[in-house]
């Protein structure tokens, strides 16, 4: 029942923006010719469209930060969880090699992860105990269904969330989920999501586990460089651990 309201919700919400967004973009070319032949009061209307975009973008942002925290709230995480991946996931970006510009999208978008939950059942959410076999089948399909939802958009910015929900339990050695797919196949929001996001959850409270000390969390990253994570981005992570662990710290629960 909650899932189906949660799901009709953000559809709705999904499909109203659309809207409103083709509106703006429609709106904003007419502008813009007529701005080719156009005074200083067309220009004035211009600046104050520029304006209402940046707002309508912003906007944007908030919707997609609020449904990535859905996902977290319904498996009882904090809504700091995704604040810290999104902070992770913009410095490991930028120190990478990507540009500011598309490391800011990646942390706009990396909150999205695991908004595909909101369509698992509580008792396999919140289980305290180790899934069967069974249950993390359907646990695992969170990736495909976030990925479903986010992808009708054809906006960038939800379409990039929607590769992150899809790819972000991938593993750089093809052995992960819902596509086995390899190394640079994964998309590098995918690749950047997968470690910020298993940064946090380790060092994190979740209802089957209780918080890693810090000793065992670098050691499990470092064990899993090549493995689960690409190489490049564990060595990153190491380079620069006090930066992280400053995020941490700031964004703490
Ligand atoms: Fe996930
Ligand atoms: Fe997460």
């Given at each position: ?84 991946v999104?902070?992770?996931s913009?410095?490991l970006a930028?120190?990478y ?9 990646l942390?706009?978008v990396s909150?999205m992860h ?29 990736a495909?269904?976030g990925f ?11 379409k990039m969330a929607a590769v992150v929900a899809y790819e972000h339990h991938e593993r750089w050695?093809g052995?992960g989920y819902p596509r086995g797919v390899k190394g640079s196949d994964i998309h590098i929001f995918g690749r950047i999501t997968a470690v910020a996001d298993v ?29 689960q994570f690409e190489?490049?981005l ?20």
């Amino acid at each position: 029942m909650l899932d189906d309201d949660l799901l009709g919700n953000f559809e709705k919400v999904q499909r109203d923006f659309q809207e409103a967004t083709n509106r703006l973009i429609r709106d904003l070319k007419r502008q813009n010719k007529i701005l080719e032949r156009t005074d200083k009061r067309q220009r004035k209307e211009f600046d104050e469209l520029m304006k209402l975009k940046k707002e309508i973008e912003d906007t944007q942002k908030e919707v997609v930060f609020t449904m990535g925290s859905i996902g977290e709230t319904r498996s009882r995480e904090t809504g700091n969880h995704v604040r810290r991946v999104a902070e992770y996931s913009k410095l490991l970006a930028l120190k990478y090699g990507l540009s500011e510009e598309d490391s800011e999208i990646l942390k706009e978008v990396s909150p999205m992860h695991d908004i595909g939950k909101v369509a698992i059942p509580d008792a396999i959410l919140n289980k305290p105990a180790k899934f069967t076999p069974e249950e993390f089948e359907i646990m695992k399909t969170h990736a495909k269904i976030g990925f479903d939802m986010l992808n009708v958009s054809k906006r960038k910015f939800l379409k990039m969330a929607a590769v992150v929900a899809y790819e972000h339990h991938e593993r750089w050695d093809g052995d992960g989920y819902p596509r086995g797919v390899k190394g640079s196949d994964i998309h590098i929001f995918g690749r950047i999501t997968a470690v910020a996001d298993v940064f946090d959850a380790l060092g994190s409270n979740r209802v089957y586990k209780s918080a890693w000390e810090d000793g065992r969390i670098f050691d499990f990253l470092q064990s899993e460089r090549g493995k689960q994570f690409e190489p490049k981005l564990i060595d990153i992570f190491f380079k620069n651990i006090g930066e992280f662990l400053k995020i941490r710290d700031n964004f703490k629960d």
